[in-house]
């Protein structure tokens, strides 16, 4: 019994950790825009179409944010800049992007 609940102890540790790479790493830098983070997600899924594409032309503008490669507006990067490079390792930021893509696909929500 104790094994039990220890297993499911780390298992919930683990998926909780698995969110807070997005929650701390994307949402802290994306609420002090007056551009919520789904409208970004809508823009790449407009442009990029399938699941894959949206996820490698994410993680490809994070690891190398350019401005050409940017889908905001000009008036946001004029006043808040680029975004930096993200800080995250290539495992922590497949995590993330795959936890924002979980979080705002629309794929099976629309009836």
Partial sequence: MGRLYLILLIILINLNA????YEKNC??????LPVSID?????YLLKYSSERRVKEALYKFLKNPTKKESLASEELINQYGLMPKVQLGEIELHKAIDIYWEKYKVFGKIK
Avoid: A, E, G, T
């Fill in 18 to 21: 698995d969110n807070s790479v």
């Fill in 39 to 43: 409208k970004f997600f809508f823009n």
């Fill in 27 to 32: 949402i802290p830098c994306h609420k002090k």
